[in-house]
């Protein structure tokens, strides 16, 4: 049974920061990585790194987040600097298992950036 737990986000000004957190369990996992849904709009990726460490990442977030992997602790980490209003969404933790390749989702976090 994959489980996820997610923990951070939360409310910002424009400029602060925020450290997303999502622990997995009940799995090996490929990739990990970071979803986020503004009201409105669709679900789009914002950054997700495999298990050798390459990572991929939103043209609109790249140099200002930061995707990590703890593999020991099957934990991903969303590290956002220089947040912006824009920013303001739901974020998804999004796993997929290796052996049998399933995508699994976390219950989502709120990350909201005031102006």
């Known amino acids: 049974q994959v489980q996820l737990v997610e923990s951070g986000g939360g409310l910002v000004q424009a400029g602060g920061s925020l450290r997303l957190s999502c622990a997995a369990s009940g799995s090996i996992f490929s990739t990990m990585g970071w979803y986020r849904q503004a009201p409105g709009k669709q679900r789009e990726l914002v950054a997700s790194?495999?298990?050798?460490?390459?990572?991929n990442y939103l043209d609109s977030v790249k140099g200002r987040f930061t995707i990590s992997r703890d593999n020991a602790k099957n934990t991903v980490y969303l590290q956002m600097n220089s947040l912006k209003p824009e920013d303001t969404a739901i974020y998804y933790c999004?796993?997929?298992?290796?052996?049998?390749?399933?995508?699994?989702w976390g219950q989502g976090t709120q990350v909201t950036v005031s102006s």
């Open positions: 999004n796993v997929v298992t290796r052996v049998i390749v399933r995508t699994y």
């Open positions: 790194i495999e298990s050798g460490g390459f990572t």
